[in-house]
């Protein structure tokens, strides 16, 4: 199945918290809505789903109309970020309850709904819960069920809005792996919402990311983490040194000084320097564009971390840079640094 | 060893602050013994008051209770079996204590069926939407608890009496809603219209809205939501106010009292049969009656006390 999205713009008061917004999704595919918190994101979700309704634009599921149904025929799959299990039910009951609530002339019998139910919680693996209640299983188990009970319905599509958001770090991560490969099962459009960056590049095929009711850039994760669209992707995606310079005549300066690289083509003017972490090449004390005094050495795992603080800047300018152990980092050591990839943008942005 | 010594004036230290809390559980047994007596001799627990403070207040509590409440409704009982248990019964076997018995329950009934179908709208509106002039409205559904109940009941005689706004019109079409069932019903709605809206309100307002939307998005319609979903959520909460509503309405004086008439045998609810017997020397049924009010009182309160715990248990289920 495949979902359009066009020019849809939604205001809460004066706040516009989408701002004229398209986006095709495909089908089977896994997709990553990314954003700061009211980037819009959980807002485009339940435009789509039908729990909220937008000012103006399109909403189409597999080419057919969607603003001018309700949320009940729409037949989506849709899961809460703090689950909206029924409390009053067992987890067989919320995950019957979709096929219950049919129009009796399409409903299943007692018989046959027993039967899927039970397919699905083998599906999320935790048949052995059938009988329990909502308050009595671990916040993991809550979204397993409640992913379950949206599956009941055989929806076209499946939302998800920040699945993962109240659970903790270890469990996330057996969760997004197990939604992967549960996705290369039931092959669902889906379409799920995080502020979680490393979540979005692990988990979706392409990703869309959203900054103040805006997409900034629809990729894959490769795509957007390594050509970033916008200043914005550039920070939210992946850690980020920021250096103000200023571009003119094809050179970058900083502070005054050129740097040994090229503008790119980027506009003359008052700009912003990106370099990753671990884009930047040290080496010997006047070696480089730019030099700096080590202030801290931090090693962990494959990389060590150290704080520089760059030279002309009167002390006030302090970078994070990752590096390979193999050089092992001296705190008080002179060191030159040339980023070995780097974007430039205009610094109003 | 220099280390448990080092230890044990920490240790006394936190006795004070938790002097039933064995905090000496690993140390050796010589150094417990320092402790101890040290922990008996502190006769001054430091969380709460001393205990003649103590004892005082409690004491206090309870004589009040004891001559306000308890007293009181002895005296009820007592007087309504004064003459013995067969001239109890007798009383209450009298045709107008039937018939205000019978009155009472059809009030109650009417007005409780209908604020609890008010009162169900009115918190769904209040919790689930937004929409101008909500505070207003939830100003409004307190308004009976603020007014007089006498000052209630002379609403509707303002109303509907021979002299009132709908007084000619309804006298042309010989209505009749004053000095009957109608009136007493509708004062009664009135003055306990709050109570199924107000234990509603903040317990749908906890809830939200997810299960609902959650239900929507399965294919449920609004009426399967409501009685899939909303209704089992809030069946404690509905349950107290409709039991607080009930006490009210079957115990209502003041409002019904205005808009009654005492018409014998025909307008007296129970606690209007009460005044009448008591101003007329019946005594024994006059506390009779009274004391069945005074049993409605008790069964409230024991429900009460049960749907309370419900309501907490119902609540913790809710924590994520």
Redesign the interface.
Known sequence: MTIEVRNIVKKFGDFAALDNVSLKVGDGELLALLGPSGSGKTTLLRII???DWPEAGEVTIDGEDALGR?????????V?Q?Y?????MTVFENVA??LR??PRAIRKDEKAIRARVKDLLDLVQLDWLSDR???QLS?GQRQRIALA??L??EPRILLLDEPFG?LDAKVRKELRQWLRSLHQEIHVTSIFVTHDQEEALEVANRVVVMDKGRIEQIGTPGEVYDNPATAFVHGFIGESIVLPVDVSDGAVRLGGRPLNIAANGAAPGASKLFVRRHDMQIGPAGGGSLEGAVRRVRSFGPIQRAEVTLADSEGKTVIEIDAPRDRELQAGEIISLEPRRYRIFAAHD | MSLQSNLAPSTTQLRAYAPTADLNVASPPQQRQKVRPHTAASKRDLRTEPRPIRSLIVALALIFLTVFVVLPLVVVFASAFSRGVSAYFAALAEPEALSAIQLTLLIAAISVGLNLVFGVIAAWAISKFDFAGKTFLITLIDLPFSVSPVISGLVFVLLFGAQGFFGPWLQAHNIHILFAVPGMALATIFVTFPFVARALIPLMQEQGT??E?????????GL?TFF??TL??IKWGLLYGVLLCNARAMGEFGAVSVVSGHIRNETNTMPLLVEILYNEYQFVASFAIASLLAMLALITLIVKTILERRLDEGQ?????
Request: no cysteine; net charge negative.
């Open positions: 789903a039908g729990l309700g949320a009940s025929e729409r037949h989506v799959g849709f809460f703090h909206a299990l029924f409390r009053h309850f979709g609530v049919q209640y909502p308050s916040g009970r949206a009941a319905i109240a | 997810q299960e939307e959650a239900a929507i998005s399965l294919g449920a319609s399967q899939r979903v089992p959520n913790m289920v809710s924590d994520d």
